[in-house]
Structure formats: C-alpha cells, structure tokens
C-alpha cells in the first residue's frame, strides 16, 4: 500500500536535531522524498544517512533561514535536484530563558536572534517556497507552541512567547489568503518535548520538569516521535479540509 505522503516532496526544516529530525523520518516513512535543511549541515547529512539506512529518500541541504538570499537559492537547488515541494514543514527554531528584566545586553541579543530564526527565517523559507507549494496544492506545517497561547510560569523568555504568537498568526493569515489556491496552512502546538532544545535546562533545573508534569494530564514529557502523528495528519490528504488550525501536542496541558 503506498504512504500516506507518496509523490510528495517533502521540505523539514531544522530536520538535522529533535522534532524536525523525527519529523524528516516520519515523511520518509510514508513515502516522501525529504529535503533535509538546517544551519548545522554534518546535522542534516547524518539525518539523510540514517534516513537511506531505512530505504527512505532524502537530500541535505545546509542554509540559514535567516538568510533570505540563501533560502532563495536553496529553494532554486531543491526544485533542480529532487523537484516540485509540496509539503513544507516550518520547524527551525530556537528558545533562550533570560528574562525581560535580566541583563539588558542578553535580553536584547536573545530578541533579535530569536526573532530572526523563528518569525523572519519562517517568513524567508515559506516565502521561497511559494511558487513549488502553490503549483502543487500544497501544505505547510507550521511549529507553534502552547506559548503560541500562553507564556510559560518556567524560565523563559517574553521574545519565544512572541514569537511563537506570530508563528500561530502566520498560519491564519496565510491560510485565509492561500485556501483558494488550495494551499492548506496549519500549525502544530508542542508541549514539553525532551529534544537538545532544552537539554541543559532538563540537566540544571529539574524543578522546571516537575512544573511543566504537574500541568499535563498525560503526566509525562513529550518526545520527538509524538510530533510525527501530527505533522502526518496535517501534511497529507487525511486533512484535506482542515486549515488555520492548530493541533496541540502537548499532552493536555492547554486544556486545564
Ligand atoms: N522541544 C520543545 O519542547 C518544543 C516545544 C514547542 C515547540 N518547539 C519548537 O519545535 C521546533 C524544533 O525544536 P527542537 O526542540 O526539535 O529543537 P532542536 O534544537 O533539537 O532542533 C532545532 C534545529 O533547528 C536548527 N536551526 C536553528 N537555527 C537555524 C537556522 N537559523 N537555520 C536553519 N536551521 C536552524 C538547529 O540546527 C537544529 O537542528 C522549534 O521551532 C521549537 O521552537 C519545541
């Protein structure tokens, strides 16, 4: 039986780590062929190994998506070497913890940085992507976050919180503007999922553990897997009448 993303070619970005790397496996899984991208390019080539280890199809391709002329370019080399994308998932991302009142030099060096990848590098990528995504029909996937609702009572910082508020209104305005190409634009909500994103925090500050658990009726911490359900729901035809929407992964915590 062919997967549920056979013929597609599939663009992850940030797929060299966590959720997009599990993300990238999962489309190669159901029949993808995967561009891999991300910043750290030995990241994205050890995906695509791994990937071709379990017969899936898969390309790396090393860009910053904060680049705008790179993700021009790298969108002009995805069409060339493997062909038309219509499915991209906008998952590249990073988070820092400094509060607003802390250190005015960090606090204004963590807005800037995470401004740039998580809303400009969205906007670069997708936008270098229209062209293939509207001829296709196609799908993009957005990486939100309960803090696309709320800011979370752990250490974290008021520009991830805003950023990931504009990721949830990226996907409704593009997805009020692109539905009548038959573009579907949809964002997933992660909770707390055990990734190198958070790595250090998890090894310093078990406290921050035991708040996000005491808030998620599932009683656990997420892994990068349980993103893969999602993100194959809202990439194929299993959602063909969905979009604006935003399925939350979070383990419950946005519903208490
Ligand atoms: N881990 C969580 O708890 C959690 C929760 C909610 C949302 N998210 C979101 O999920 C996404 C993935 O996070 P993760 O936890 O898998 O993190 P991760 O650090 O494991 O992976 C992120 C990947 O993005 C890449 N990347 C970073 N900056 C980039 C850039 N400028 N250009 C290209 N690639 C870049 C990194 O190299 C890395 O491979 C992010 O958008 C994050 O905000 C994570």
Redesign the pocket.
């Known amino acids: 039986m062919p997967g549920l993303l056979h013929n597609h070619i599939a663009v992850v970005?940030?797929?060299?780590?966590?959720?997009?790397?599990a993300i990238a496996f999962g489309f190669a899984r159901e029949g993808a062929h995967v561009a891999v991208?991300?910043?750290?390019g030995d990241?994205a080539a050890a995906a695509v190994r791994d990937i071709r280890d379990v017969g899936g199809k898969a390309q790396h391709f090393a860009?910053?998506?904060?680049d705008r002329a790179a993700c021009r370019a790298v969108a002009a080399e995805v069409a060339g070497k493997i062909g038309t994308v219509s499915v991209l998932v906008n998952?590249?991302?990073?988070?820092r913890r400094n509060a607003f009142v802390a250190d005015a030099d960090a606090v204004i060096k963590d807005w800037e940085d995470i401004m740039?990848?998580?809303l400009n590098?969205l906007f670069n990528i997708t936008h270098a992507f229209l062209e293939p995504l509207r001829a296709s029909k196609g799908r993009i996937v957005n990486?939100?976050?309960?803090?696309s609702f709320v800011h979370v009572r752990t250490p974290n910082s008021p520009a991830?919180t805003t950023s990931?508020h504009g990721v949830l209104g990226f996907t409704r305005a593009l997805a009020a503007e692109l539905g009548r190409d038959g573009v579907r634009v949809n964002a997933i909500?992660?909770?707390?999922?055990?990734?190198?994103?958070?790595e250090k925090v998890r090894a310093s500050n078990p406290e921050l553990i035991k708040i996000f658990l005491d808030h998620t009726p599932l009683g656990r911490a997420?892994k990068?897997e349980d993103i893969v359900g999602p993100a194959l729901f809202l990439a194929s035809d299993l959602s063909a009448y969905v979009t604006g929407a935003i399925v939350m992964a979070d383990g419950g915590y946005r519903a208490i």
Do not use: C, W
């Open positions: 970005t940030g797929s060299g780590s966590g959720i997009g790397r991208l991300d910043v750290n990241a860009v910053d998506v904060t998952n590249a991302g990073i988070n740039a990848v998580n590098g990486i939100a976050s309960i803090q991830y990931k909500g992660p909770g707390f999922i055990e990734t190198p994103l958070n997420g990068p």
